[in-house]
T-cell receptor, first 116, second 113 residues
Framework: GAVVSQHPSWVICKSGTSVKIECRSL??????MFWYRQFPKQSLMLMAT?????????EQGVEKDKFLINHASLTLSTLTVTSAHPEDSSFYIC????????????FGPGTRLLVL | GQNIDQPTEMTATEGAIVQINCTYQ??????LFWYQQHAGEAPTFLSY????GLEEKGRFSSFLSRSKGYSYLLLKELQMKDSASYLC??????????????FGGGTRVLVKP
């Protein structure tokens, strides 16, 4: 159990376009979902925390108008990178935690974004 | 805050033992995770320590000392497939928004034949 999927697994887009990334918990209802960004040879940096039915909580320095997060249900959260620029190219990873075992986060396989 | 420090790289021989240390500031800390991440993949859960002491799980063990702000991950009987990055992550503080993780920079372990 505790499988998290992400779609797409990779995406290439032109500068100025918007990209939507989906994160789904496949076999459990996720109380909370998290969005991370990881640059090459660096660790994961938390971007925002998302709870179903409420506004996401963004980390300091993360633009909420650029990285739109929607958590419409207990199994789906989406991250939309608006007006993407080459510096937004990165590995985006989501994670989800289960209601009972809130401490452990289960990670999705990640989405590699390349903005040309 | 929770600055998490761990070595950048370690090299070890197949069949050997390697210990990856992690130090952190203790304010707002609830528990400590270790994750394994292969290149280009998402992290996979290895261990979670919330109490002091050693937790053993097969070839991997994790130790925590809350008073010292110190943890280590011990990898025994190293295999080539253990070559990966190992991420130390502090959990907390617990907020209404969820239990946040703060990751260290990761330790790249290279296992040589």
């Amino acid at each position: 159990g505790a499988v998290v999927s992400q779609h797409p697994s990779w995406v290439i887009c032109k500068s100025g376009t918007s990209v939507k990334i989906e994160c789904r918990s496949l076999d459990f209802q996720a109380t909370t979902m998290f969005w991370y960004r990881q640059f090459p040879k660096q660790s994961l940096m938390l971007m925002a925390t998302s709870n179903e039915g409420s506004k996401a909580t963004y980390e300091q320095g993360v633009e909420k108008d650029k990285f739109l997060i929607n958590h419409a249900s207990l199994t789906l959260s989406t991250l939309t990178v608006t007006s993407a620029h080459p510096e937004d190219s990165s590995f985006y990873i989501c994670s989800a935690s289960r209601p009972v075992y809130q401490e452990t986060q289960y990670f999705g396989p990640g989405t590699r974004l390349l903005v040309l | 805050g929770q600055n998490i420090d761990q070595p950048t790289e370690m090299t070890a021989t197949e069949g050997a033992i390697v210990q990856i240390n992690c130090t952190y500031q203790t304010s707002g800390f609830n528990g400590l995770f270790w994750y394994q991440q292969h290149a280009g993949e998402a992290p996979t859960f290895l261990s979670y320590n919330v109490l002091d002491g050693l937790e053993e799980k097969g070839r991997f063990s994790s130790f925590l000392s809350r008073s010292k702000g110190y943890s280590y991950l011990l990898l025994k009987e190293l295999q080539m497939k253990d070559s990966a990055s190992y991420l130390c992550a502090g959990e907390g503080p617990r907020e209404a928004a969820g239990n946040k993780l703060t990751f260290g920079g990761g330790t790249r372990v290279l296992v040589k034949p």
